[in-house]
């Protein structure tokens, strides 16, 4: 079974840019959620999708915002870029569809770099 | 509010030494889910285990073993004999049953970075 993919891997932007980011779930998973990735705060979760609906979010400003479609690939997209926006973006699937916690699987993530 | 705490930074081991990874975690509510995670430098976070708040028994999966006990908010997670290509950043991480403000949320201790030197 082919895991979580996620596009492109590595990302220049400069700041006042937007960027969009793709994860592919593994196939069958219906939820995906997005996690930011920085050596100072740590893992820190953007928010979470499922059926194309948005059930949860972090605690991020709006200049985040993310999509999903009916094959459940999801995009994420960060509008005017800022300097902190450099990290790694990880993309996590699951099943989604029960009220039990069940295990994420993630991508190799998109390393994205602020100029 | 939710929290876990990886206190060690930094472990630096000698192939085939064993190492624990300690993870405390901090929640009100009575069912919940714990795992640990391995990042190599590749990036990708690697799924080694979940464990669900009912369930104590300690597991043990070839040289990886868990310490699960909730007496003391603990699930510890030893590597026997380690090996170099054990080297890697491990997180510990909570959730909560699905549901409202939990879908699809880990919260994530800060990492321990193990190097195994051969």
């Known amino acids: 079974k082919a895991g979580v993919t996620q596009t492109p891997r590595y990302l220049i932007k400069t700041r006042g840019q937007q960027v969009t980011l793709s994860c592919s779930p593994i196939s069958g998973h219906r939820s995906v959620s997005w996690y930011q990735q920085t050596p100072g705060q740590g893992l820190q979760f953007l928010f979470e999708?499922?059926?194309?609906?948005?059930?949860n979010k972090g605690n991020f400003p709006g200049r985040f915002s993310g999509r999903q479609f009916s094959n459940s690939r999801s995009e994420m997209n960060v509008s005017t870029l800022e300097l902190g926006d450099s990290a790694l973006y990880l993309c996590?699937?699951?099943?989604?569809?029960?009220?039990?916690?069940?295990?994420?699987?993630f991508g190799p993530g998109t390393r994205l770099l602020v100029l | 509010a939710q929290k876990v705490t990886q206190a060690q930074t930094e472990i630096s081991v000698v192939e085939k030494e064993d190492v624990t990874l300690d993870c405390v975690y901090e929640?009100?509510?009575?069912?919940?889910?714990l795992f640990w995670y391995k990042q190599p430098p590749s990036g990708e976070l690697v799924f080694l285990i979940r464990r669900n708040s009912f369930d104590e028994q300690n597991e043990i999966s070839g040289r990886y073993s868990w310490n699960f006990q909730k007496s003391t908010s603990s699930f510890n997670f030893t590597i026997t004999a380690s090996q170099v290509v054990d080297s890697a950043v491990y997180f510990c991480?909570?959730?909560?049953?699905?549901?409202?403000?939990?879908?699809?949320?880990?919260?994530f201790g800060q990492g321990t970075i193990l190097t195994v030197h051969p």
């Open positions: 999708y499922f059926s194309e609906t948005q059930r």
């Open positions: 996590a699937s699951s099943k989604g569809q029960t009220l039990i916690q069940e295990t994420q699987y």
């Open positions: 929640t009100r509510d009575t069912t919940y889910y």
């Open positions: 991480a909570l959730s909560f049953n699905a549901g409202g403000t939990s879908y699809g949320k880990l919260t």
